[in-house]
């Protein structure tokens, strides 16, 4: 089954908004074997939404769209869609029922431009948005499919998983590719295809594929089978080969965050976390509560920007901060051990770095991190350089840090690699 994909909205084509439903929707559909052959972004704009019709329709046997259906006069999709499949706006009992209730929920009055949202095309298949006011909507003639969502991410990602996919799998018995990811951190792309290179080979030769997916301080490895799950035993053993030969940087599977990983192993050893952060402000430990279950080891965490507050709160010397500055070996180590004490927490991370544009020198360049480790017996501590992009090194300290604290606990942490 071929499909295209258009996203519409203004927001979208400069740049406001980031198109996550284009990711959501291509992944989805790969993963149940649709081949994705096109995406486009659109403005709201009947013709431009006409001219794209037509122009996938030539090509693949299905369209997902997104965007277009609030409840402004700017929101075209539903009657341009209307118009190109010859039908009529008809009211829907049950939505209008289902944005009542939504609005009574809330204790607001519904308006009549709301209501405007229950009229709908009578001959798509509608479906039914719980997450909001607006329905999907499904149009099926000369066995093509066309299926309009909202553009509102959590709504889309609820319409996907519950009633796009499962009925595309029910109606084209699709059947899809299996694929495994295994998650790496602490290591560049070039560096690792060197190292795996033989293991690469082999996958190749068992007829599967490997796709190297990078984002700043993390790759997705991902193997993938067109035989389905006939391949996934020969899939788990190349997996569990790469993990056993690259501790040091295999964390996970299938797209769970380093924060997760250490979460777990620590749950697991019933310690506690404390985290002193100079350059992240407070990100590495935001980090970890963004997941459930945070409260469960994570105690709490200094943030040390200045150096006052470092000798303040952390019990940093005035002295260390003075001889060797506070991007040091020496000052990170001692943020880490005196913040572990006032935490009472078993393990700390501490970081202090110089995140840039500005701050940099020509022995602590902008990019320049301390990442340090504290146990109650014992202080780790390594020097990174980054680069020259401030989020970007924020981001890669967050996850180095958590990386490290990592190793340590599985006592493999080796400050040469």
């Known amino acids: 089954m071929k499909a295209g994909i258009i996203t519409i909205g203004d927001e979208l084509l400069l ?27 659109i403005k709201d704009n009947e013709q431009d939404i006409v001219d794209t019709l037509d122009e996938l329709l030539k090509k693949v046997d299905l369209i997902i769209i997104t965007g277009g259906l609030g409840p402004t ?27 009542r209730q939504i609005f009574e929920s809330k204790g607001k009055e519904m308006l009549a431009i709301n209501v405007g949202q229950a009229m709908l095309p009578k ?18 003639q000369n066995g093509k499919v066309v299926i309009s969502l909202p553009g509102v991410p959590y709504e889309l990602i609820g319409l996907i998983d519950n009633q796009v996919i499962p009925r595309l799998k029910e109606g084209f018995n699709l059947n899809g590719k299996y694929y495994q990811t295994v998650m790496i951190q602490g290591i560049g792309e070039s560096y690792l ?3 795996i290179k033989d293991w690469e080979s082999r996958i190749y030769e068992d ?79 935001n980090a970890f509560v963004e997941h459930p279950g945070a409260s469960d080891f994570l105690k709490g965490g200094l943030i040390t920007y200045s150096n006052v507050l470092k000798e303040q709160l952390a019990n940093v010397s005035s002295q260390t901060l003075s001889t060797y500055g506070a991007v040091s070996e020496e000052v990170v180590k001692e943020m880490a ?8 927490v078993d393990y700390s991370i501490a970081v202090s770095g110089i995140a840039g544009p ?7 360049p902008v990019g320049t991190v301390w990442i340090a480790v504290a146990s109650p017996d014992k202080a780790w ?20 840090a958590a990386n490290m604290l990592r190793l340590v606990l599985l006592e493999i942490f080796d400050p040469t690699l």
Request: charged content about 25%.
């Open 123 to 140: 001959d798509a298949l509608i479906l039914e948005n719980p997450l909001g006011t607006a329905p999907g909507m499904w149009f099926e």
């Open 337 to 344: 051990v005196g913040g572990r004490k006032v935490l009472d």
């Open 193 to 195: 295809a060197e190292i």
């Open 358 to 364: 500005n701050g940099g020198t020509s022995d602590k």
């Open 15 to 41: 740049g406001q908004t980031i198109n996550t439903n284009l990711a959501k929707i291509g992944k989805e559909l790969a993963d149940v074997g649709v081949n994705v052959l096109k995406s486009t972004t």
């Open 207 to 285: 007829n599967m594929g490997l796709a190297y997916l990078p984002t700043p301080g993390m790759i997705r490895l991902r193997i993938t089978s067109d035989n389905g799950k006939e391949d996934a035993p020969k899939i788990e053993e190349y997996i569990k080969e790469i993990e056993d030969k690259l501790p040091q940087y295999v964390y996970g599977r299938n797209d769970i965050s380093i924060y997760e990983s250490v979460a777990e192993l620590m749950k697991s050893k019933g310690l506690t976390l404390g985290t002193i952060e100079s350059c992240t402000g407070g990100g590495i430990a």
């Open 73 to 99: 006069n700017d929101d075209i999709t539903k009657e341009t869609l209307t118009k190109y499949f010859k039908t009529e706006l008809v009211l829907n009992e049950t939505v209008l029922t289902h944005v």
């Open 381 to 400: 501590a390594k020097k990174f350089l980054f680069g020259q992009n401030r989020g970007r090194n924020i981001e890669m300290t967050k996850m180095t």
